[in-house]
């Protein structure tokens, strides 16, 4: 968890060096707002985190159920082959 803080730190101190904090938090608020947010998502990943941390006989079935929905995730987003191509091929 000290990990995931240091990130988010890390793109935080970033975005306000260069200017950006505006832009970022709009980002983050169509992220979570709107048509294609990202609350079901984490609902999901709740829900799954918090069966495998409870009930020890089902972590592996729901950490290979919490790789499917991150790899989902990756995978439904519109346009994410096409942005991947097009950073690659730059």
Known sequence: M???LILVGFGLVSAAWRGQEDKLLAILKDDFT???N???WLVALIILGSIGSFWE???P???AFLVLVVVALIISQDG???KLKQQVLQ
């Open 61 to 63: 079935v729901t950490d």
């Open 57 to 59: 006989d089902a972590r």
């Open 38 to 40: 990202f609350v079901a």
């Open 2 to 4: 000290p990990f995931v």
């Open 80 to 82: 994410f082959w096409e």
């Open 34 to 36: 709107g048509q294609n």
